[in-house]
């Protein structure tokens, strides 16, 4: 290969000869840096009903469950089981998954609360393979995110505010918001820490649900980026995360614990020009190696706790999507999965990550390893 670029720059003329020079220093660094990671995409291809893959969760059984724009899949390591509309979802974008403590599944769609029946029929009047449940107001159809407390108490973020599930009906619960803004109500995302407190994201802002009942709101006005939560987390040590969509002034906020009311709450403010990929985080994670990850609408980010940074982002050039990275989950195994709009990540925690003599080996026999004191 550099034979051929040393002829093609010694019969061009400068201009041209200096442009590709310049292309090819870039790609060769491209390459360097972009060592290929041990991963398996799953697509349509594999049988996936759509390559955009909302959200991963594992069950009970070890079955992975795949959250699509045209359904939901359920995958046992080999093939996937497809439920669509044809088998009574009320609607074909699916949005979360929740198997409960008692091992019932629920299904979050655009068009209301699916229950999996396992012995159902699909297309049974008499016994339905899902049974639909919808709230009494029609604007908080459309169900995004699913949670279940200690307790077994199932919570609901829909498009226009929390629910509760009560027997076989949807209770609204009153957060005490009046505005009357675009999305306001919105609930993105259902977090409780480990004192106990639930945090709800919604439009404009994070609501506490605290033991007692009472509820606290937190807006721009203590800190908060003026954009929609789409992820709140609690790492190993504490600390609670926010991660926002496009259009605010920060993509991923550290929270104080612990914040006082009408007090700010942000600790930490980070965005595209601290090293993230992209100003909308779509979601966050600490896998059991302790490596906290952060994905975003372009790349999947693994960032550095001590210095809170990002270390690296991975991309298409690593396997992975330029895209949006919507999902992330970790299985039973310690495989990292990603759900993204190129399809299902699976990301081998003990597959091998390759490097060749295009990522910048001399020669492709490699004799020896050696390993510094400082790793």
Known sequence: MFKCLRKACSILPFPLHFF??????????????AERLPVKTYTVADGLPRDSVRKIKQDSRGFLWFCTLDGISRFDGEAFTNFTTGDGLPERHVNDFLESKTGTIWVATDGGL???????????????????ILPEDPRASSIQVLFEDEGGSIWMGTNHGLYQLSGNSLRPFDLGITDRGLDTQAVGSIMKDHRGTIWIGIGNGICRVM?????????PENGLPESSVSKLYEDKKGRVWAGFRAGGSA????????????QNIVEALY????????????????TSDGKFWVGTTRGLCEWQGGD?????TYRTKNDLCDGEIWSLAEDTDANLWLGSQCGAKKWSRYGFTSYHEIHGMDGQLANSIFTRKSG
Request: charged share 25%; hydrophobic share 45%.
């Open 271 to 286: 965005r595209e020009k601290d090293g993230l990929p992209a100003d909308w985080v779509t979601d966050l994670l600490e």
């Open 308 to 312: 809170s940074s990002v270390r690296k």
């Open 20 to 33: 590709l020079c310049l292309l090819v220093i870039l790609l060769l660094f491209n390459l360097v840096t």
């Open 114 to 132: 699916a229950r999996l029946n396992p012995s159902g029929i699909p297309n049974s009047q008499d016994n339905p393979l899902f049974t639909v």
């Open 251 to 262: 993509a991923l906020v550290m929270l104080a614990a612990e914040p006082l009311k009408n």
């Open 211 to 219: 033991a007692d009942g009472r509820v606290e709101r937190f807006t």
